[in-house]
């Protein structure tokens, strides 16, 4: 579309998540009239920490906020996978971006907040939880819980797995059970049993359960991350400190040792959960992105990296196409064919064995694993 038209376009992202701060800068950068409207009275993530792969922070220095993100992560060189017991099964590069080469570690606390603080003041609305969507000649009219309406030439729905915008316009189909839990905690460096070395993830395997341990430098801190098999699909259920311990039975002790001396109230438990693939993305002027789309499990670490991948999609196919609803569909068919892929190996599981399938493309044929030793 000619930038006259584009700065013409009124814009509603409905959610303030990764996805819809990202489109929001993305959107904004092209001249489009942006508004987000995010449902929670004030911001605030919960979790642990992340991995910010190379191709997203390529997008973050494409848009200027590459050093807002880069001050408050640390970035990491590689990734390696082991068994439970510290043997290695893989170590490898993570895929470059043109110059970018790095992953950068990040809490998600801090990655909302970083997004956040690049966008127009104003832009975000907080306390708006989408009611209804009604499409007409072109154009959408929004109604909020809050009584107040919107209208917008172009609505992306950026509201998460349990999206609003997707069970109206697109699939009454909800979120699907993994059969897993995650138990997720930041934790001081100093509470790491030594396991804080460097600024690179590790992946420990082992009957069923994932540990994941992600170094938080710049903060001191690492993000401990347990995903054990549980058939309990409550979404925010409640385990004991025993069970927690049992997932992890076996393992390096220095991870027991963690586990054991975590403080249960300071844990994010949550079921898994993710959505299956949604047939079509668009209408002519309503659009998902993210989670909304494409929610997919955290064994590839790549929900927040596809949202902004989304993010840049989406303003490069309205910068290119001709009109709001040709973009849409540029948008969908340069996307959709990788998270569906993404959401299909990330479904797959970790096993000694998947570990090739479940990184396609990225681990050199001529690197097989160094052992298969079994936890």
């Given amino acids: 579309m000619k930038a006259e038209e584009i700065k013409n376009l009124r814009i509603a992202i409905i959610g303030a998540g990764y996805g819809g701060a990202a489109a929001a800068k993305a959107l904004s950068l092209l001249g489009a009239d942006v508004t987000v409207y995010e449902q929670a009275p004030r911001m605030g993530e919960v979790g642990a920490g992340i991995g910010l792969r190379p191709a ?27 068994t439970a ?35 127009p003041e104003g832009m975000v609305r907080l306390g708006h939880k ?7 000649d072109g154009r959408s009219v929004l109604t909020f819980t809050n009584g107040e309406t919107a209208d917008a030439d172009l609505v992306v729905g950026a509201d998460g797995i349990k999206s609003t915008v997707r069970e109206q316009m697109f699939s009454d189909k909800g979120p699907v059970f993994s059969g897993e839990h995650a138990y ?8 790491a049993h030594g396991m804080v070395v460097d600024d690179n993830l590790r992946m420990y395997m082992g009957r069923g359960t994932k540990v994941y341990l992600l170094p938080l430098r710049h903060r001191n801190q690492m993000s401990f991350d347990i995903t054990a098999l549980n058939p309990d699909g409550t979404w925010a259920p409640s385990i004991t400190k ?26 994010n438990i949550r079921a898994v959960y993710d959505i299956d693939p949604v047939d079509s993305w ?31 999609a989406l303003a490069d196919a309205l910068a290119e196409a001709g ?10 068919a340069t996307r959709k064919p990788v998270t569906d892929e993404l959401q299909r190996i990330s479904r797959q599981g970790w096993s000694e064995e998947e570990v090739n399938d479940v990184f396609p493309g990225q681990k050199p044929t001529s690197q097989q694993p160094a052992a298969h030793a079994k936890a």
């Avoid at 290695?88 to 895929?95: E, G, L, N, S």
């Avoid at 989408?130 to 007409?136: D, H, P, S, T, V």
């Avoid at 002027?285 to 840049?312: F, K």
């Avoid at 009109?323 to 969908?332: D, G, M, N, P, R």
């Fill in 56 to 82: 997203t922070m390529a997008r973050f220095r494409q848009w200027g906020i590459f050093d807002a993100v880069a001050k408050v992560s640390s970035p990491s060189d590689y990734f390696e996978i082991l």
């Fill in 85 to 119: 017991t510290g043997d290695p099964i893989m170590k490898d590069t993570w895929p470059e971006s043109g110059d970018e080469k790095q992953t950068y570690l990040i809490h998600r606390r801090d990655f909302i907040e970083a997004l956040l603080s690049v966008l």
């Fill in 130 to 136: 989408l009611q209804g969507i009604e499409e007409k």
């Fill in 184 to 191: 997720r905690v930041v934790i001081s460096a100093d509470d």
């Fill in 242 to 267: 025993e069970e927690l311990l049992k997932t992890v039975e076996g393992f390096d002790e220095r991870i027991v040792a963690i586990a054991r001396g975590l403080d249960m109230d300071t844990v």
């Fill in 282 to 312: 668009h209408t002519g002027s309503v659009v998902l992105m993210g989670d909304a789309a494409h929610s997919m499990l955290h064994h590839q670490g790549q929900g927040a990296n596809s949202a902004i991948e989304d993010a840049g």
């Fill in 323 to 332: 009109s709001v609803k040709e973009a849409l569909a540029l948008f969908q």
